[in-house]
Protein backbone atom coordinates (compact mmCIF):
# COMPACT_ATOMS: atom_id res chain seq x y z
CA UNK A 1 0.00 0.00 0.00
CA UNK A 2 1.09 3.42 -0.92
CA UNK A 3 2.35 5.80 2.16
CA UNK A 4 2.97 8.99 1.21
CA UNK A 5 4.45 10.99 4.30
CA UNK A 6 4.48 14.86 4.87
CA UNK A 7 6.66 16.22 7.77
CA UNK A 8 6.58 18.17 9.94
CA UNK A 9 2.85 18.26 10.06
CA UNK A 10 3.18 21.85 11.20
CA UNK A 11 5.47 24.54 10.54
CA UNK A 12 5.88 27.64 12.29
CA UNK A 13 7.52 30.22 10.26
CA UNK A 14 9.09 33.28 11.06
CA UNK A 15 9.01 36.08 8.59
CA UNK A 16 11.57 36.43 6.03
CA UNK A 17 12.86 33.32 6.64
CA UNK A 18 13.76 30.34 4.74
CA UNK A 19 12.42 26.56 5.35
CA UNK A 20 11.65 23.24 3.39
CA UNK A 21 9.64 20.56 3.72
CA UNK A 22 9.50 17.35 2.91
CA UNK A 23 7.06 14.53 1.04
CA UNK A 24 8.41 10.78 1.60
CA UNK A 25 6.67 8.20 -0.48
CA UNK A 26 7.36 4.79 -0.26
CA UNK A 27 6.59 3.28 -4.23
CA UNK A 28 7.65 4.23 -7.40
CA UNK A 29 6.30 6.96 -9.40
CA UNK A 30 7.21 9.79 -11.34
CA UNK A 31 4.47 12.55 -10.78
CA UNK A 32 3.96 14.39 -8.01
CA UNK A 33 1.29 17.23 -7.29
CA UNK A 34 2.00 19.93 -4.88
CA UNK A 35 -1.76 21.57 -3.77
CA UNK A 36 -2.36 24.58 -0.75
CA UNK A 37 -5.57 24.65 1.05
CA UNK A 38 -6.53 27.62 2.74
CA UNK A 39 -8.87 27.50 5.87
CA UNK A 40 -12.24 26.16 5.01
CA UNK A 41 -11.26 26.30 1.35
CA UNK A 42 -10.62 24.01 -1.58
CA UNK A 43 -7.39 22.72 -2.56
CA UNK A 44 -5.38 24.38 -5.19
CA UNK A 45 -3.14 23.25 -7.91
CA UNK A 46 0.66 24.86 -6.80
CA UNK A 47 3.21 22.33 -8.83
CA UNK A 48 3.15 18.95 -11.48
CA UNK A 49 6.42 17.52 -10.97
CA UNK A 50 6.98 14.64 -13.82
CA UNK A 51 10.10 13.25 -13.55
CA UNK A 52 12.78 12.65 -11.69
CA UNK A 53 15.11 16.07 -11.35
CA UNK A 54 12.41 18.31 -11.93
CA UNK A 55 11.74 21.28 -10.64
CA UNK A 56 9.43 24.20 -10.52
CA UNK A 57 8.96 27.43 -8.82
CA UNK A 58 6.26 30.22 -7.99
CA UNK A 59 6.94 33.26 -6.41
CA UNK A 60 8.70 32.34 -3.11
CA UNK A 61 8.04 28.60 -3.56
CA UNK A 62 10.32 26.23 -5.08
CA UNK A 63 9.50 21.89 -5.35
CA UNK A 64 11.43 19.59 -6.39
CA UNK A 65 11.45 15.78 -6.71
CA UNK A 66 14.03 12.73 -6.72
CA UNK A 67 12.43 10.28 -7.64
CA UNK A 68 15.37 7.27 -6.83
CA UNK A 69 15.04 8.99 -2.83
CA UNK A 70 10.79 8.65 -3.37
CA UNK A 71 11.25 12.58 -2.12
CA UNK A 72 9.76 15.99 -3.07
CA UNK A 73 10.78 18.97 -1.43
CA UNK A 74 9.05 22.57 -1.04
CA UNK A 75 11.11 25.10 -0.14
CA UNK A 76 9.74 28.59 1.16
CA UNK A 77 12.26 31.53 0.34
CA UNK A 78 11.83 34.83 2.92
CA UNK A 79 8.28 33.34 4.11
CA UNK A 80 5.38 35.80 4.29
CA UNK A 81 2.16 36.15 5.79
CA UNK A 82 0.26 35.37 2.72
CA UNK A 83 1.99 31.75 2.35
CA UNK A 84 0.30 30.77 5.91
CA UNK A 85 -2.07 27.61 4.55
CA UNK A 86 -1.94 24.16 4.39
CA UNK A 87 0.25 22.65 1.56
CA UNK A 88 -0.29 18.98 0.55
CA UNK A 89 2.04 16.84 -2.01
CA UNK A 90 0.18 13.53 -3.62
CA UNK A 91 1.44 10.93 -5.90
CA UNK A 92 0.04 9.41 -8.44
CA UNK A 93 0.61 5.51 -9.16
CA UNK A 94 -1.26 2.74 -10.84
CA UNK A 95 -2.62 1.36 -13.98
CA UNK A 96 -5.97 3.22 -12.50
CA UNK A 97 -3.66 6.28 -11.91
CA UNK A 98 -5.02 6.92 -8.33
CA UNK A 99 -3.74 9.83 -6.33
CA UNK A 100 -3.28 9.62 -3.11
CA UNK A 101 -2.29 12.49 -0.58
CA UNK A 102 -0.34 13.07 2.21
CA UNK A 103 -1.84 14.42 5.44
CA UNK A 104 -0.33 17.70 4.63
CA UNK A 105 1.60 20.42 6.19
CA UNK A 106 0.21 23.34 8.20
CA UNK A 107 2.21 26.84 7.95
CA UNK A 108 2.01 29.62 9.69
CA UNK A 109 4.08 33.14 9.59
CA UNK A 110 4.67 35.09 12.39
CA UNK A 111 5.97 38.77 11.88
CA UNK B 1 -15.16 29.47 -16.50
CA UNK B 2 -14.21 26.18 -16.28
CA UNK B 3 -14.91 24.65 -12.92
CA UNK B 4 -16.04 21.93 -10.73
CA UNK B 5 -19.19 22.58 -9.57
CA UNK B 6 -20.88 21.17 -5.86
CA UNK B 7 -24.03 21.49 -4.08
CA UNK B 8 -24.44 21.49 -1.26
CA UNK B 9 -21.96 23.12 0.34
CA UNK B 10 -23.23 22.90 3.24
CA UNK B 11 -25.52 20.20 4.69
CA UNK B 12 -27.23 18.76 7.79
CA UNK B 13 -29.49 16.07 7.92
CA UNK B 14 -30.26 13.30 10.10
CA UNK B 15 -29.01 9.54 10.39
CA UNK B 16 -30.53 7.10 7.97
CA UNK B 17 -32.21 9.95 5.76
CA UNK B 18 -30.74 9.36 2.12
CA UNK B 19 -28.87 11.85 0.47
CA UNK B 20 -26.99 13.29 -2.80
CA UNK B 21 -24.33 15.56 -3.01
CA UNK B 22 -23.75 16.27 -6.53
CA UNK B 23 -21.04 17.40 -8.66
CA UNK B 24 -20.36 18.60 -12.66
CA UNK B 25 -17.30 19.54 -14.18
CA UNK B 26 -17.78 21.38 -17.85
CA UNK B 27 -14.15 20.65 -18.73
CA UNK B 28 -15.03 17.78 -21.00
CA UNK B 29 -12.72 15.70 -18.13
CA UNK B 30 -12.43 12.25 -18.56
CA UNK B 31 -11.55 12.01 -14.97
CA UNK B 32 -14.45 12.03 -11.85
CA UNK B 33 -13.15 11.29 -7.83
CA UNK B 34 -14.64 11.91 -5.02
CA UNK B 35 -12.35 12.52 -1.78
CA UNK B 36 -13.23 12.76 2.29
CA UNK B 37 -11.28 14.93 4.16
CA UNK B 38 -11.13 15.16 8.27
CA UNK B 39 -8.52 16.89 10.36
CA UNK B 40 -5.41 14.36 11.08
CA UNK B 41 -6.26 12.02 8.08
CA UNK B 42 -6.04 13.84 5.22
CA UNK B 43 -7.66 13.32 2.32
CA UNK B 44 -8.86 9.80 1.01
CA UNK B 45 -10.65 8.89 -1.43
CA UNK B 46 -14.36 7.36 -1.74
CA UNK B 47 -14.72 6.59 -5.58
CA UNK B 48 -13.18 7.32 -8.28
CA UNK B 49 -14.21 7.03 -12.39
CA UNK B 50 -12.44 6.71 -15.24
CA UNK B 51 -14.79 7.24 -17.90
CA UNK B 52 -19.33 7.12 -18.28
CA UNK B 53 -19.65 3.82 -16.46
CA UNK B 54 -16.82 3.05 -15.12
CA UNK B 55 -16.85 3.59 -11.70
CA UNK B 56 -13.87 1.94 -8.79
CA UNK B 57 -13.94 2.00 -5.27
CA UNK B 58 -11.03 4.02 -3.67
CA UNK B 59 -9.99 3.72 -0.22
CA UNK B 60 -12.80 4.42 1.76
CA UNK B 61 -16.02 3.04 -0.32
CA UNK B 62 -18.24 1.64 2.86
CA UNK B 63 -21.43 3.84 2.99
CA UNK B 64 -21.50 5.48 -0.16
CA UNK B 65 -22.48 4.70 -3.85
CA UNK B 66 -21.93 6.56 -6.66
CA UNK B 67 -22.79 6.82 -10.62
CA UNK B 68 -21.49 8.25 -13.73
CA UNK B 69 -24.28 8.35 -16.63
CA UNK B 70 -22.72 11.21 -18.37
CA UNK B 71 -19.73 12.42 -18.80
CA UNK B 72 -20.18 15.42 -16.86
CA UNK B 73 -21.98 14.52 -13.66
CA UNK B 74 -20.05 12.18 -10.91
CA UNK B 75 -22.88 12.41 -8.17
CA UNK B 76 -22.26 10.75 -4.42
CA UNK B 77 -25.11 9.47 -2.75
CA UNK B 78 -25.20 8.24 0.91
CA UNK B 79 -28.27 5.76 1.12
CA UNK B 80 -28.24 5.70 4.96
CA UNK B 81 -25.71 8.35 6.27
CA UNK B 82 -24.47 7.58 9.93
CA UNK B 83 -22.58 10.21 11.93
CA UNK B 84 -19.13 9.02 11.11
CA UNK B 85 -19.99 10.31 7.37
CA UNK B 86 -19.82 13.75 9.04
CA UNK B 87 -16.61 15.33 6.76
CA UNK B 88 -15.76 17.45 4.27
CA UNK B 89 -16.21 16.17 0.94
CA UNK B 90 -14.31 17.03 -2.21
CA UNK B 91 -15.30 16.21 -5.98
CA UNK B 92 -12.11 16.76 -8.63
CA UNK B 93 -11.88 15.77 -12.06
CA UNK B 94 -9.05 15.69 -14.20
CA UNK B 95 -8.61 15.36 -18.42
CA UNK B 96 -6.00 12.71 -17.54
CA UNK B 97 -5.06 11.85 -14.46
CA UNK B 98 -1.07 11.34 -14.39
CA UNK B 99 -0.43 11.74 -18.12
CA UNK B 100 1.28 14.82 -19.87
CA UNK B 101 1.03 16.54 -15.92
CA UNK B 102 -2.84 16.96 -16.16
CA UNK B 103 -3.58 16.91 -12.14
CA UNK B 104 -7.30 17.62 -10.58
CA UNK B 105 -9.19 20.67 -10.01
CA UNK B 106 -11.07 20.55 -7.38
CA UNK B 107 -14.95 21.46 -6.28
CA UNK B 108 -14.99 24.42 -3.57
CA UNK B 109 -16.45 21.15 -0.88
CA UNK B 110 -19.56 19.89 0.72
CA UNK B 111 -19.41 20.33 4.60
CA UNK B 112 -21.79 17.49 6.03
CA UNK B 113 -22.89 16.92 9.18
CA UNK B 114 -24.82 13.77 10.01
CA UNK B 115 -26.82 14.21 13.85
Known amino acids: ELKVEQNPLFLSMQEGKNYTIYCNYS?????LYWYRQDPGKSLESLFV?????AVKQEGRLMASLDTKARLSTLHITAAVHDLSATYFC???????????FGKGITLSVRP | EAQVTQNPRYLITVTGKKLTVTCSQN?????MSWYRQDPGLGLRQIYY???????DKGDVPEGYKVSRKEKRNFPLILESPSPNQTSLYFC??????????????FGSGTRLTVV
Open chain 1, 27 to 31: TTSDR
Open chain 2, 92 to 105: ASSLALGRGGYGYT
Open chain 2, 27 to 31: MNHEY
Open chain 1, 90 to 100: AVVTGANSKLT
Open chain 1, 49 to 53: LLSNG
Open chain 2, 49 to 55: SMNVEVT
